[in-house]
């Protein structure tokens, strides 16, 4: 596996003002990383920048906003990579349909990681280098009881990485997922039913990091609970349907 050389380099991180965006922040500024921080709270990122051992610039922003995106890259300027952490949850059932709230996940997860790439993705492919991380969902791969809007935002974003990555090989901008199971935040506070292998942010972001200074491509972890979910994709529709809906 290689290792990555992170001393000097600068990355955008996204999503950055909680959970296992701010906790990356703290592994990538430690291992010599100069950050660009955004997320809606302009508070917490100050606090955030001003806790970091390394350099950080604070940079709010909506991704819900096209235009807001736009500016935001370019006040970024030349960066070395980006990860995409933002994002929003609620539990959810067919038979709770709220629009507003499906809206908004399929806003923020799905159309938010599009904006960023697309704004800092042609200065990468002019420099022939560039780093893009995304953070999909072990719940992307199938559907799943009472995760309407969020699964789909988040098995969206991993089709997306996929996509990126055929078409970006070769040209020096590297592409990379990472799909994390149950991490202990505000969004995972919202659930009422058990979740398996829950990770406390800390130490979800350092095999997020762990597989950011790697060469490969995905990231399913923690590795049990993914397991079981992967394999859902070679079970049978009925048995599928049958046993999740216990």
């Known amino acids: ?25 703290f592994c ?13 709270n ?8 001003e806790a970091l051992p390394g350099r950080a610039e604070v ?29 929003v949850y609620w539990p959810m ?12 996940m399929a806003d923020i997860n799905y159309l938010g990681a599009t904006r960023v790439v697309g704004a800092a993705l042609p200065g990468m492919r002019r420099r ?17 009881p009472g995760t309407i809007g969020y699964g789909a935002s988040k098995a969206a974003v991993m089709h997306l990485a996929e996509s990126l990555q055929h078409d970006l090989q070769g040209s020096g901008v590297e592409v990379q997922l990472v799909n994390p ?12 039913h058990p979740m398996p292998f829950i990770m406390e942010p800390a130490r979800a972001a350092r095999e997020y990091f762990e597989h950011m ?18 394999g859902t994709q070679f079970l049978p529709d009925w048995a599928y349907f049958r046993l999740f809906n216990r």
């Open 181 to 192: 199971g149950y991490v202990r935040t505000r969004m995972t506070d919202k659930n009422d």
């Open 28 to 40: 990538l500024s430690r291992a010599g990383v100069e950050l660009v921080l955004s997320a809606r």
């Open 213 to 230: 200074s790697s060469d490969r491509f995905k990231l399913n972890y923690p590795y049990g609970v993914s397991l079981l979910y992967r």
């Open 93 to 104: 059932r067919a038979q709770g349909w709220d629009e507003a709230k499906v809206e908004e």
């Open 128 to 144: 022939g280098r560039g780093h893009i991380v995304l953070t999909g969902a072990i719940s992307g791969f199938r559907g799943l």
């Open 59 to 87: 940079l709010p922003l909506d991704v819900r906003d096209t235009g807001a995106v736009s500016a935001a890259a370019e006040r970024a300027g030349e960066i070395d990579g980006l990860a995409y952490l933002a994002g």
């Open 42 to 49: 302009a508070e917490r990122l100050r606090s955030l920048s």
């Open 1 to 25: 596996m290689a290792m990555r050389d992170w001393q000097g380099k600068r990355y955008w991180l996204v999503g950055a003002s909680e959970g296992l965006g701010r906790e990356l922040a």
